[in-house]
């Protein structure tokens, strides 16, 4: 299928099953991060807390694909515990009636909104049905960290810039973390591709220490500033 532009709810009527995040550990949202797209699931515990008190939305986001997991379906998924900081509501897609498995317990004070959806907590061997994705994590890792570079890095203090070699399918590149800067330290940054051809992957190996990554802007191969909402690029 053709992917659309982002936009703002409500959701459509195709839908997308898929995992969108997978986490082999644990999983810690902070900061400005609004919401996650898609069904969630974390083979460990599950922290939510934003910085400035607002809701946090998963399955269904305010602005995005509108591609939505299925209704009635499991959309975050949780190996151990669950927490929600007092200002942070969870928002497991309401109007799709999203259901949330967690393996351990719920916190106290933990809000979770599913309008019709239900909330499933101690529930043994919540990740089970995810268990093969998850088991293969590290193998997929190791592979992709064994593919020859196919094309270029440049970090600045303002953009990063991968140019690929224009032919191979995937493209692969190679971050050397050191170069972003330490949490608290990375600006941001701009993030552009060159030289990958239309429908090819690109995979990005870092390596290096724990960095902070934020992308302010997507640039064009021409240097334009997409609009996520309205320009076709930003999905392709």
């Known amino acids: 299928m053709a992917w659309p532009a982002l ?27 609004a919401g996650a797209e898609g069904v ?4 460990g515990d599950a922290t939510f807390a934003r910085a400035e008190p607002a809701p946090y ?20 998924v949780v190996g151990g515990g669950l927490t929600a900081s007092p200002g942070t509501a969870l928002e497991v897609a309401p109007g799709l009636d999203g259901d949330a498995v967690v393996g351990g317990a719920v916190a106290d004070g933990t809000i979770v909104a599913l309008g019709d959806g239900k909330l499933d907590a101690t529930v043994p061997a919540a990740t089970a049905p995810y268990q093969e994705l998850l088991a293969g994590l ?14 270029t890095v440049e970090v600045t203090g303002a953009a990063v810039t991968l140019t690929g070699d224009g032919v191979s399918d995937p493209q692969v590149f190679a971050v050397d973390g050191a170069t972003l800067g330490a949490p608290g330290e990375s600006p941001g940054r701009s993030l552009q591709l060159l030289g990958v051809p239309d429908g090819a992957a690109a995979i990005v190996n870092l390596t290096g220490p724990t960095v902070e990554l934020e992308f302010e802007t997507l640039l064009t191969p021409g240097g334009a500033v997409v609009d996520p909402s309205a320009d076709p690029y930003f999905a392709d």
């Not at 703002?8 to 969108?20: C, E, I, L, R």
């Not at 969630?40 to 083979?43: I, T």
């Not at 590290?138 to 094309?151: E, F, H, Q, R």
């Open 57 to 76: 939305r998963i399955g269904v986001t305010e602005i995005g694909s509108q591609v939505p997991p299925h209704p009635d379906s499991d959309m975050l």
């Open 7 to 33: 936009r703002p709810g409500p959701a459509g009527d195709s839908f997308d099953g898929h995992v969108n995040v997978l986490v082999g550990g644990n999983l810690s949202v902070s900061g400005g991060a």
């Open 40 to 43: 969630v699931v974390a083979a």
């Open 138 to 151: 590290g193998a997929k890792s190791a592979a992709y960290a064994g593919l020859p570079v196919t094309g």
